[in-house]
């Protein structure tokens, strides 16, 4: 499906990407043929032939064009037509004990090191992000009210923020008063608030498979259990299977990510949301939904004026839904804005909870985001930051078919940042290629991390997240060549 | 104790007024006599007499002198000498669940409503905090480097705060290497990661009585059992006194405050903080050491050119002081920014809990912070913090002499920004006084908070962190009248 044509505000350049991409995607000019010449696109488009120049030459660099001497720019051939990863085949669900190991402290270690290319996390690129306004945003907020910053923000938030945030929930279906919502310090401290608050060491709590790495790490410091229902690429895990699940096991609470699950990329169809609410609903079961990507939709997956996808908690007439969401994904991590929007029986606890976890968030950062989002700046940075992260998704899909041993399966994701790979049978494992890459600078997420079961040896997630440049081409060929063992 | 003369940089009247409290309070000047006439002083310290009407008319608001016709200035009679507070009496100590009610809920509840007069948080007021330098600092870090403030900070922290705060530790005695520190979202973060590091639901944990209230919430929010240990409102607990409990109890950890415990505002001497550590080491028992007030020490209290008084880490040679602190109440609450050293017992699983709880903390505040410290900025604004909060102290004790029932005792605190009042017998508790002060918008800190065991019921906590205004006064005038029972 063709991208829609990006808003005007794009630089020039992009807008001839997008109309080549086009056309290529929608098939008019196959693999090994010749694109328009430079004189024919500039002339169509009205555009200078610098300005084509530009976009053929950004074209090739993520690899979908090369130019050939005499022939002039040519769509080039993917090493091997990449198929789409397949849902995972599971026994009959068990309840286990979460205990991870070596390998997760070492992934955690190289978060934050910038001496590693990182691919292994779920990040967008720092120069896709607005830092300069955000910090320009900062000091005004700072210099316009410093003794607001400098004191404690409420325990439940800067009231400012939670305004914007309740305007932006109702993006994803979501009626919710900033009253009813809680700033959290990222994602993180709201799914650790939601899990203290609904869980008691030994309980048993449903997941996804595969799932974050994180949730996992927190079930195992909390000393939880984890009943793991298989997601399916697409569309992610089947209220059926969640049914069967929750017939065999007493579970506490669930704890998914339905709209652009990590590390799989699926999205959960609306009825399907719909249908999970309502059969937790039926059985008094919490569901905390982490939402942190829900806003990086795909332009070319949502089509027309289609706002994002609904949250489950659209569908919570009931209050079983807890959804936990950050600007960490889409904004800035570093600022540390999150929020948490309680079900009813995470209501009474988060604000104590919140209290013992970290008191209040950063007053400076929180006002600054809030500031962000009030200048209606959030908007326009997302139609810019998705739409380059579907075109870096696309280059990375294009790497891996190309460099990865061939039987090499990918995720077609149509949100988020992450492809989930799946390497042949026989070769080296997630680990393996984790182990090596790693010793050269190069981070990836070995599979085993996202389950408790040990299933995903042979996959391996990779950030989408990094803008396309020739460094991160040249280590997908490396990635692709340790796992072809060489 | 005279207080030395302030540094040079303060305002003329306050040297005036320096001179004036060291004749009262080394009983030059009696209660009831005239001090030295304007023309005398302004004579004697070369000054101008506008500068000694502004130093008189200030000491006369804060309750020291009072203007009589004719006399001129005389030394303000107190109402009733205020009896030192003595040590809880305590039965034979035990281990209790802690269990906690609405009361706790509802002074949680008041923290950052500024709604209130907010004499019930030990805070110090915003007014003598740096808001303004460190908006602008922030404002410089955030433009000096957008991306990587925009970006996640090392789980364990930015290390150029990492850096300065090793070089604080080293005046309170504690050798620590930049990369053995974790920073974190205020000492509340710290707390809440060093205890779920060392213990588990069902645990004893051994606390001073009273104690922060927080550390009850937490205890309860984790399931523990407290056994409390009783403080004496000069020198703290005694080593003895642990042992005793060591004996009877198989205590999991110790949480205390012994710099300035909150809310008697007793410090351990040094050679108790050494005893303390050699016990626990002996029987390999970890201590959380809350240093947040330890630089806080009043000018008066701390002679000549000694530093602050040593942190029990400081006697730390095994490794079982973990301690924990932050600048939350001697530069900045809003930016949440504190840290954490571990002890042996700690140290393998902060990292981890630290991700499990935020991730990492925010960069920008982390960095305007380091670069406030950096500056040299933190050691005078330490000077000018403390005189005043030493004087304000000395306000608050004479205003409850003067307006609270006879037989009122309070503490006599050489640091931080607490006052611990105990009300005579017979009258008004200080919940009755919490319950009405609150509802004529005066917030103060019943003394229930601060015990497992139902004492204190007679205390109550004044900060003694905000500026003695007018306002400050007529409030601790009602808050006595409401203690007589009218």
Redesign the interface.
Known sequence: MASPLPASDAPLYKRVEQRILGMIQTGSIPPGRKIPSLRETASAMGVSLTTVVQAYESLERIGVLESRPRSGFVVRQPAAALPPAGAPTMDAPVARTVRRGEIV?RV??T???DEVLPLGVA?VD??L?P??T???L??EV??RE??????????AGSMELRRQVARRLALAGVLAAPEELLTT??A??GM?IAL?ALT??GDAVLIASPTYH?FL??LE?MGLRAVEVPSHPHTGISPADVAEALDRFDIAACVLTPTWNNPDGSCMPPAAKAELVQLLSSRNIPLVEDDVYGDLVFPSSQPGNAPRPPACKAFDDHGVVTLVSSFSKTL?????VGYLLPGKAVATKA???K???????????ELAVAEYLERGLYDRHLVRVTRELEQQTEAMRLAVSRHFPEGTRATTPRGGCILWVELPPGGPTGVDVFLRAAAEGIGISPGLLFSNSGGFERFLRLSTGLRFTPQVEQAVARLGAIARGM
Not at 332 to 336: Q, W
Not at 355 to 365: D, E, I, K, R, Y
């Open positions: 402290r955690l270690e978060l934050g090191r990040q720092p120069a992000l830092a300069r955000l910090s320009r900062l000091a700072s210099r410093p003794d607001r910053v400098a004191h404690y923000a409420p325990v310090c990222g993180t401290e650790s203290r008691h060491p994180f790490q927190m410091l800035t991590p570093g600022y540390r604000l104590e909870f209290g013992m976890s970290t008191l209040s968030g950063a007053a400076p950062t």
